[in-house]
């Protein structure tokens, strides 16, 4: 339909999110979709239940606003188990509809006109938009390839008055890099006696290999006191597509988060807020996650160890980078059209996640997916 209304467009560079084109790609073309993140196979069944039961009694109206207590208290008891940190459930945890809505109202809680925001890349794709749109300036520090190491002497030197916040992602969407406990300390020493705010999307907290421990920003208690925490269950419960997710932060700041949020979407899904609460009450799901993925980490890696493609490290997170360098020298993302449409394998192309699409010729694989379709990817990159 014709519209005669003239706008000026609010996020001029931005186009369709890279997850939403080549899942429709894969589709198009009946690719194996190993391009957006997301696993192929289905969440416990206890957990489906229990959805079902909520909903059978009656939880179906709105939640209240931060989400229901029993599930507050929950992640209040897993936080300070895991980490060792205390935060008041009524006060300083928000139960959201996912961890994308969780970014967009922390990144607008703190964000104004002109400020400056630190974004490590390559980057999350939500997060620029987000300051874009606060009025926010990004600056960027690249991690050094191909080791994704941060490099913090370049953060230091970014630093300034204008300096309002600082966007750290742990274990790394699209790397795979893990921070350690120096990388914390480092970023510890940068913000102390600053006003910087951190911002730290840890929604694969549970998805960490070799027998490391997730660093969470709240083992800091300096770091803690100036960071909103945003976490996710889709990812820990294989159930990306309920959009449930939370954020911790401390009282002040989840004062201003929540007066964002409740106009954003006010509260989200009941049944399954009383679902999740009740599953966590069974630490195992997400003690044995580590070990659960290491083991699609280890097959697709030794599956594709025989193929032309360069394996890159991969600590954390269900991604798994491939160089193609061997196999042509197109640019990333047409690499990722074309092994789609001719070789029926969909990935990511890692430039998308690079303001100035830096190209180093890598494609993101997700291993969250059963065997078989472990199995098909493979045999395809193998044959290439
Ligand atoms: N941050 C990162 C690093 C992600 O990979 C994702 C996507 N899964 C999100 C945030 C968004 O999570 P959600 O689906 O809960 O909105
Ligand atoms: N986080 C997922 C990824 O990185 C996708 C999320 C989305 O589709 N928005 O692939």
């Known amino acids: 339909m014709e519209t005669g209304v003239s706008l000026l467009s609010k996020l001029p560079g931005t186009g369709t999110t890279i997850f939403s084109v080549m899942s429709a790609l894969a589709a198009e073309c ?9 696993p192929d196979f289905n969440c416990p069944d206890r957990l489906m239940d229990l959805v079902n039961q909520y909903m059978r009694k009656g939880m179906n109206q709105y939640a209240p606003m931060p989400g229901v207590p029993e599930l507050r208290k929950r992640i209040a008891e897993k936080t300070k188990n895991l980490y060792g940190a205390e935060y008041d459930w009524q006060s300083e945890i928000t139960v959201v509809g996912g961890a994308t809505l969780g970014l967009f109202c922390a990144i607008s809680a703190v964000v104004r006109e002109n400020d400056e925001v630190i974004v490590i890349e390559p980057a999350y794709d939500s997060y620029i938009p987000a300051i874009t749109l606060n009025g926010g300036k990004p600056v960027f520090s690249k991690l050094k390839y191909p080791t994704f190491q941060i490099n913090w002497q370049e953060i230091k030197k970014l630093i300034n008055f204008k300096t309002r916040a600082i966007i750290i992602n742990s274990p790394h969407n699209p790397t795979g890099m893990v921070m350690g406990t120096d990388d914390m300390l480092q970023l510890e020493k940068l913000t102390e006696d600053t006003d910087i705010v951190v911002i730290s999307d840890e929604v694969y907290e549970h998805i960490l290999f070799d027998g490391q421990a997730h660093q969470s920003v709240c083992r800091f208690p300096s ?79 030794e599956l594709v160890k025989p193929s032309r493609f360069k394996l890159l490290d991969c600590s954390g997170s269900y991604f798994q980078l491939l160089g193609y360098e061997k196999i042509g020298n197109e640019q990333d993302y047409d690499m990722a059209v074309k092994l789609t449409r001719e070789q029926g394998i969909a990935s990511v192309p890692v430039s998308v996640f690079y303001h100035d699409k830096t190209d180093n010729h890598v494609l993101r694989f997700c291993f969250a997916k059963s065997e078989n379709t472990l199995k098909q990817a493979a045999q395809i990159l193998c044959n290439l």
């Open 30 to 38: 009946g690719a194996v979709n190993l391009a957006q993140g997301f």
């Open 223 to 301: 770091l803690a006191s100036r960071s909103f925490i945003i976490s996710s269950f889709g990812k820990t419960y294989h159930t990306t597509g309920w959009k449930l997710g939370y954020v911790i932060a401390p009282e002040k700041l989840s004062v201003e988060f929540r007066k964002i949020y409740q106009f954003v979407a006010f509260s989200t899904s009941t049944p399954v807020q009383y679902a999740y609460a009740d599953f966590l009450e069974d630490e195992l799901h997400y003690l044995t996650l580590p070990q659960f993925y290491q083991a699609k980490r280890d097959l697709f890696r």
